[in-house]
């Protein structure tokens, strides 16, 4: 029986494995948020952090979580009774449909399997029903982090775009962001959200709303209340450097050091080592004989794989015996998931041995759940990981 | 011309200097928000928090700043057209009382010289003028960090008390908490609001409430929009030491070692030890022969002082040559005090030695912008210290 | 072709991974080496540091590494010209041995095939034909990092006391303190060296000598000249707490922090999760056909695995190719095994999981370098790490 | 009465205060000591570690304190039985006299009263007396820690050329390098020492030799027993990036960081603001109407300061208040001075508000001892920190 030692794998979809020189920046000096050498991080910050989301727009950091992001992007953009669409990809757009209810707005809700992305063809009818125009938003989750299933982004904005619609597209990045590839400007995407704690390779603390042209004008008239959330004050301030409330200033070094790091591996080589070590994983999903939960091959998550058990089996059991066993973490199902999935993140700071290692710890710990895989779905994976 | 070189001297009034200890602490890895190890953190973390605010009740902890705290306070106990009275002791007051407005609030505010406290005397002229109980709330600023005054806050609670008013009391100490004598449930507070980055000595980047039985019961009744600042799904998820959103993992290790300092120094030592160099602080002012801010004996702040330079002089230029010549970042002067006052911060992490440092700094600093001050100032303030 | 990205894989064998707890608190602010809290963290350390050497006598502590602690063990012991027994059990038992002569000593050295231990019949036979105790003493490396051997230190004790020899027995435990079990004082050991590098998860720059009563006994007489080096003057300062010369006081936070972890473990399950991390490689050795350098099962090594290949392969060769494609670090070949051997740390601060991913990336890099091994080597490893 | 919170005042003559970007550095991990990566850092410190020496030869890094590389500065140049000559000019000067007489050499001390540097006149003296050229090497501590006395090596050196003695000249500096104006090339020093833990910010933990021509030539002939020591290895390993023995990988980093920060400052620029911050405190020293130990003005050392005490009073009481109330390490009294002076240590990592600061604590802490000294002290200081 193995004791609790060396370092614990947290191959959960998010927060992420933090590299050693992003957290040694983070633990330097809190400096003043108001001086000059405050104002050239910033600025220096800024058109880096852009470039990750493919802007060349304003990008709003709130010293907050991705879910504050999201409330920004519908109170910035969104009056009480808006009505907008969303897509039942997953757990966390369901949630994102409930904070749109929260928040006064009408919201319609496209069903779906949990197993698929938001489908361009129900936008279409969606949209084509709509004459009026009244529909002000449609949201969507890029990467629904509680199925590993990433939506057709372009093709949503391909659908919005012959159906001569004036719907915003904002689109939640959290878990694809410096993992899959996403162009915010060249997609036309209006408003993207994202958090700091995954393909950023930061802790929690970050959120950040990237704001197409036509957001920003929407801006002007949306009339849900805000103030913390409200993203004028933040570009007026941003200007000079500055933040019109206290930032997170520690993570902002942090940010500085992980944008250095994207910068230095490049974003191509970023998304293809995601899709490397998604498609490594998945090998190993299959000749283990189990199901992945994502169905479309078009729509495979570069940052997590959620596998689904057969029905005999809980997944919580097998999660339990891997923590226990081998110090690993990995993500539960999510809501009606629960049970059935469990998701092993394959993000952010990551190399292929450290995947290897923990494909190994899933393989011997549903072994040892009595989940009865064979061993050659570790050995796929390295064949993968070999050649590839 | 001396180099850049050694320890900054960060002496705005917040963010304070990062203790070792904490600094350390932030920078572990990050673990499972969803594993046993992170709700055995939270439920270590809470209790001690709680005592920290004086009240046994509920503290809701945001990955967000203090900003984001207040707007919490309002959204989870009012709604949209609900009467607040607000204090105009300073800046910060000043931006409260704006974001009341954003979010639909109707708020009455009380004229104020930024150089007092909340007055317990208008307090109750106002109550008295509303018979019907049309004020729903009524917000002070504990520790006016523009200002360096704090407002009586049990005056206060007692003018509404004899008022018979059922206005909640909601009271920032964003700069007092752990600096300056606060008692949330002693002193009947209704809501408290608080962040990080000052006497908790972390960064920036997590927002606190405190929040007593009857704004609890407020909350049940309130309809401004709201989801992200929502109590209800932290306290839900809390009671098990989870969270609703992605927590500021590492910023809560901070605070558990924060709070761990705070216990081994114990709070009233904490708050003799502000109170003392607050002191010191004044002692030097004044033998400088310049001005206190601060009018009323009664609510000197033990986190800052501001000082109020003659006219002659612009007190942008006395921060810009302490800055340059001695690496020591004091405070702006804020809002319509810009270029009248300087702040200095001496809260949090700090002790004898430092703030004799920061006093001289000030003193060469002030005597090199051209200021004329005597250096019995610094000779007066190390009296207080060495016999204090 | 993988990036590099994610946490390098450092397999050698030593210095090894150094915990993330270690690492904050070798990051402490420096103290005064000459004040009470300094000889309180002296006074904290050196009990529990005896315990891991399993001694209840003195360990010097010297600012140095291991290598100096060899010159220490032997010029506090020993005077010019005294005779000395030397086991050539692989390239670091030469190292000492080549020492022993720099420093004016007489040396015999035993040969060997760096494939065993040192013999206990080639030391008795060595020892009858000394009738006149002419060896002053007797020198074995515990645990050979360059071989991946293990000496039977208990049989070469019984020898030495069969054959009622009054030689020293001066024993290197460099890779095997805290790895592999040890006994300074059942063992009946005159000196052990140690450094800090390797299973006391540290980084280099400390070495150790525990110090038995034979040899304190022997250092009154010994006439190799010495000052730094010397016993005494660190014996008589470490009795209040305190270091006849600037002691690496970083490294002694750290110290303070890995003997903290070790207890946590406890030592015998730190020993047997060697134990058993080791019997999986060496499975995984087998399995791909290859050998084991170590001979002798009895001598196999809890720490290290030194992998022999066919001769048509190049060492180098391989640790390049996994070097370059899987960021991960092995020990290279030395001295006469230049080339032909390549040695797997799995000593210190490792789990299950990291050694399977360690050994998936020497599975890999030996297809990648052309070493035709079969997938069943790291499935067998995984079957030991599974069941074990 | 003041808590212990706070940053703790690091004022010994060394260890110095680390720098939060040395801290940092020092914490990140460990890698392998023979790959490539290392290799690269050795040979990106190495020329600028000279540059510091103000040499164009080899710098040997030891893993050891500097204790030790006074070691290895004798056991590389000399034989035994060799005579060497030393001046007393403090405590630290007897300790390397006492070492020379360890190590077997025939050590003539040149007496001294503990407050003068070496005399060059004296020199001058025990050359003229040595027509036959006995003397091997001259010993010469060009800092001296226990004094705050500043020998004049440049002169000693002038001494030995006009006397056209070819004795090796001997220099410590370990509490001078990166201080005080120091030229190993253009002064003709043969050797000199130092450690890490003082000019260089780092933790202790680095010993270094820095060697000239004659010394590189002496080594060849030197016959005292080495093996550590030995810089032949060393210089072979360094050419291509590596070291015989496990270097202090870590302190490199840290070693990296600093040589980076002095290159910032500029040494012309490091060395004035030594000067500068030395010539404040004696000024602070003289107004308090107490004694600097060193006598010549043309020795004041730029690294320190003893302060002598009236009879009456017990330095030791001095600095046990210091460091009970003000939270202040200051030196001891050392050796014949214990008791007679405190030591005020201005060196490395240090600015004028923290020097101000410490001043400060030391003019408090006296009167709190009941040594009479008028604050006039600090005020001249501060005279000379604001003009200068």
């Not at 904070?99 to 063809?121: F, I, N, T």
């Not at 890029?142 to 199925?147: C, I, L, P």
């Not at 619609?165 to 959290?174: F, G, I, N, R, Y």
């Amino acid at each position: 029986m193995p004791s609790r030692t060396g370092r614990h794998f947290l191959q959960i979809p998010g927060p992420t494995n933090i590299p050693d020189r992003v957290q040694r920046a983070i633990a330097a000096p809190t400096i003043d948020h108001r001086g000059p050498e405050f104002a050239e991080l910033t600025l220096r910050l800024l058109p880096c952090l852009e470039a990750v989301f493919g802007t060349s727009g304003p990008v709003v950091i709130y010293p907050a979580s991705g879910t504050g992001a999201w409330e920004a992007a519908l109170v910035n953009t969104l009056s009480q009774g808006d009505r907008v669409l969303c897509f039942e990809t997953g757990h966390f757009a369901t949630l994102w449909h409930r904070m749109a209810l929260s928040l006064g707005l009408d919201v319609d809700l496209v069903p779906g399997d949990w197993r698929h992305g938001a489908d361009p063809e129900a936008l279409r009818l969606r949209l084509a029903a709509d004459p009026r125009h009244t529909i002000k938003a449609v949201c969507v989750v890029h990467n629904e982090t509680s199925t590993g299933v990433t939506s057709r982004v372009q093709e949503l904005r391909r659908t919005l775009d012959e159906a001569g619609h004036p719907a915003l597209l904002l689109v939640d990045t959290v878990s694809s962001l410096a993992c899959i590839d996403y162009r915010h400007d060249e997609w036309g995407v209006d408003v993207t959200v994202a958090g700091s704690q995954k393909g950023l390779m930061l802790p929690p603390g970050l959120g950040f709303n990237a704001i197409g042209e036509r957001a920003l004008a929407a801006a002007r008239t949306a009339r849900l209340p805000k103030s913390f959330w409200d993203w004028q004050p933040v570009l007026d301030a941003n200007e000079h450097g500055f933040f019109p409330h206290t930032p997170a200033t520690n993570l902002l070094y942090g940010l500085d050091e992980a944008l250095r790091m994207l910068r230095e591996e490049g974003l191509p080589e970023v998304f293809a080592r995601h899709a490397r070590h998604a498609a490594a994983t998945r090998t190993a999903v299959k000749e283990w004989g189990l199901e992945v939960l994502c169905l479309d091959a078009r729509e495979y998550s570069g940052s997590l794989t959620a596998v689904l058990l057969p029905e005999a089996h809980d997944a919580e059991k097998v999660r339990e015996v891997i923590l226990d066993r081998f110090d690993m973490s990995l993500g539960a199902g999510l809501g009606r998931l629960a049970g059935r999935v469990f998701r092993i993140g394959h993000l952010g700071h990551l190399n292929d041995l450290t995947l290897a290692g923990a494909l190994a710890g899933v393989q011997m710990g549903l072994q040892l759940a009595g989940v009865p895989v064979p061993s050659a779905g570790l050995d796929a994976a390295l064949d993968v990981l070999r050649t590839g």
